[in-house]
Nanobody, 117 residues
């Protein structure tokens, strides 16, 4: 059973930066498809960034060129560097680990990001 714990959220002004962390235990994130999701008030949870075991990354158009997803295998932690934040980035951010072969899915508890002046 994998556990994921997000951290690093907070209040930031538009144009600012934050780095979110997703620390994993009970499994190696390098063997999972990892994703960052976010859910704004009144909206569905959306997937916006992924990294596969072979390190291929994907980004939604809304965050491309502003957000960078990467992992640290030694720390077994997934990171999301967010730059040039906008008010529309305000949401609860979640990380998810997926092991498709066994249909295993694990979520973190989420961390709040608020972009406001």
């Amino acid at each position: 059973q994998m556990q994921l714990v997000e951290s690093g959220g907070g209040l930031v002004q538009p144009g600012g930066s934050l780095r979110l962390s997703c620390a994993a235990s009970g499994g190696r994130i390098s063997g999972y498809d990892m994703g960052w999701y976010r859910q704004a008030p009144g909206k569905h949870r959306e997937l916006f960034a992924t990294i596969s075991p072979d390190s291929t990354t994907t980004y939604s158009d809304s965050v491309k060129d502003r957000f960078t997803l990467y992992r640290d295998g030694a720390k077994n932690t997934l990171y999301l560097q967010m730059n040039n934040l906008k008010p529309e980035d305000t949401a609860v951010y979640y990380c998810k680990a997926t092991y498709h072969i066994l249909d295993l899915h694990y979520w973190g508890q989420g961390t709040q990001v608020t972009v406001s002046s």
